[in-house]
């Protein structure tokens, strides 16, 4: 079956330690995107990609950073310069211009990192 | 920059249809309108998009109004497996061209048993 993996589910890390999130996708999806959501937040957008080599911040970018080697994987580092890392982690992906030609987002089920 | 505005929380009794509002004045006219809803600790789950029309589909309904200033989404028979918070969402697209979903803080849907 086809599906968007995000590992692990809980995580935990020290303060001041960079940390690594996964997110895999095996949909052929062009697109994919990262999201952070705090308890009862809404989802904001820290970086999206939508082709292999290339990604664009979101709306919260600092402190974070992302690649796109693979059209299947687009990992999240959340570094030692994000104030607030504690939070529950989303990734997403979807076709390119989905929005637009009316097709929707497929979600991960979210990593919860903790730091301590 | 949420596009969208939605009241906070809802309540509705079980097997009773729910019906959760969402204001998009500002919406494009090719700019579809999208729903998902989030079950705690769970990423979203796409329910429906329309962009003129009215659409069903084995989930819910959607009635976006002739002006498409306005949009609901009904649930004919909520179960209190509908508990969720329900994000309606349109297109933005960033400055450089590429578009994104940006999510509002939604509905929390209630169902009482």
């Known amino acids: 079956d086809g599906g968007i993996t995000q590992s692990p589910k809980y995580l935990f890390r020290k303060e001041g330690q960079n940390v690594t999130l996964s997110c895999e996708q095996n949909l052929n999806h062009d697109a994919m995107y990262w999201y952070r959501q705090d308890p009862g937040q809404g989802l904001r957008l820290i970086y999206y990609?939508?082709?292999?080599?290339?990604?664009q911040k979101g709306d919260i970018a600092e402190g974070y950073s992302v690649s796109r080697e693979k059209k299947e994987s687009f990992p999240l580092t959340v570094t030692s310069a994000q104030k607030n890392p504690t939070a529950f982690y989303l990734c997403?992906?979807?076709?390119?211009?989905?929005?637009?030609?009316?097709?929707?987002?497929?979600f991960g089920s979210g990593t919860r990192l903790t730091v301590v | 920059d949420a596009k969208t505005t939605q009241p906070t929380s809802m309540d509705c009794a079980e097997g009773r249809a729910a019906n959760l509002p969402c204001n998009h004045s500002t919406i494009s006219g090719n700019e579809y309108v999208y729903w998902y809803r989030q079950i705690h600790s769970q990423g979203p789950q796409y329910i429906i998009h329309?962009?003129?029309n009215n659409e069903t589909n084995e989930m819910a309904s959607l009635i976006i109004t002739e002006d498409r200033k306005s949009s609901t989404l009904i649930l004919p028979h909520a179960t209190l497996r509908d508990t969720a918070v329900y994000y309606c969402?349109?297109?933005?697209?960033?400055?450089?061209?590429?578009?994104?979903?940006?999510f509002g803080t939604g509905t929390r849907l209630t169902i009482i048993p």
């Open positions: 969402i349109v297109r933005v697209v960033s400055n450089f061209g590429n578009e994104k979903l940006t």
């Open positions: 329309g962009l003129k």
């Open positions: 990609s939508q082709i292999v080599n290339d990604f």
């Open positions: 997403a992906s979807s076709i390119r211009d989905s929005v637009s030609r009316g097709y929707g987002y497929t």
